[in-house]
Structures are given as C-alpha cells and as structure tokens.
C-alpha cells in the first residue's frame, strides 16, 4: 500500500514539474532569416527602410521586421524582438524613405531654390502607395531557413495610392 501511495506521489511531483517547466518556456514563433535587395527598375535603391508586418488575414501573427537597405540596396531583416530575420509566414511589405524626414521641408515652407512649395509626396523617392498597410500591393511569404527576397519596383507608379493591385506580378515579392 505503501509502494502505491509512493508512485501516485512521485507521478503528481513530475507532472507538476512538467507542467511548471513547460510554461516556463517561451513559445516564441518559427523565423526564417531574410536578405534581399531592392530595386526600382533594376536600380538599387539605397537608404530606405523596409518593414514585414505579419498578414493576420493570411493567418501569420508575431513581431514585425524592419532592414534600412545600403548604397547597393541589399537589406537583412532584424525582428522587432531582436532575432534575425523575420516571423515565417505571409507578410505585408510597407516601404519608407530613410531621407524623407531628414531632407523633407515642415510643412508649407519653400525650400531654398524652389519656388512653390513642397508636398511630402514630392520629397520621396518612395511612392506613397508602398508607404501605409492599406495601401501596399507589396507581399511575400517567409519560409523557415535562410532565403533571399528580392523586391523591384516598377519605374513611376502604375497604382495610384489607395488602390491594391496584388495580382500586378511586377509588385510581389520574388524569392
């Protein structure tokens, strides 16, 4: 009777252990560690900032990733919770232009040898449709391991800003 009440109690101490070690882990979602290169036209464009936002309505959760490209354009993605690379899943890609707030006027005010004054449309080298969530046609999915995602931006802006056109292939994602 003993030997019963033993193992009853050594079985309740382990699955106590197993379940208080078990929450103790963080269950921190799967990364694929991304690099790339963008370009508008085949030209790199250097400078600007790139963001995955995980797509909830393509079922990816998790931190953002975030890259500023270099003078030749490549970028690699750091996640917003200090790892490498980006959560796996389908992304949403909002681009910015690193310069735009360091050269943009304040609003209203006429730069020096410029006549009219500027927009904050005028001073990027990013079409404003690539820049909010709502607006981007830009998306791609990140597998597990290392990849390369390339992105390449037609020359002028075919999508006027507020308009998607996610099946223009010229505007995903290529890997």
Not at 69 to 93: E, F, I, S
Not at 144 to 159: C, E, F, H, W, Y
Request: with cysteine.
């Amino acid at each position: 009777m003993f030997r019963h009440i033993h193992r009853i109690r050594l079985g309740l101490l382990s699955m106590t252990l197993l379940a208080i070690w078990g929450c103790g882990r963080s269950s921190e979602p799967a990364m694929g560690e991304v690099e790339g290169v963008l370009t508008m036209g085949k030209q790199p464009l250097k400078h600007v900032q790139i963001r995955f936002v995980p797509d909830p309505n393509k079922g990816t959760s998790g931190p953002s990733s975030m890259a500023i490209t270099d003078a030749q354009g490549r970028y690699t993605l750091q996640c917003d919770n200090n790892k490498p690379g980006a959560v796996v899943g389908h992304h949403v890609v909002i681009l910015l232009d690193a310069l735009d707030v360091a050269q943009r006027p304040r609003r209203g005010e006429v730069p020096a040898n410029s006549s009219p004054p500027l927009s904050p449309a005028d001073c990027s080298r990013v079409a404003a449709v690539y820049k909010t969530l709502r607006t981007t046609p830009l998306q791609v999915e990140v597998k597990p391991g290392k990849q390369t995602i390339n992105l390449d931006l037609p020359m002028g802006q075919a999508t006027p800003v507020g308009k998607k056109n996610p099946s223009d292939p010229r505007l995903r994602g290529q890997g």
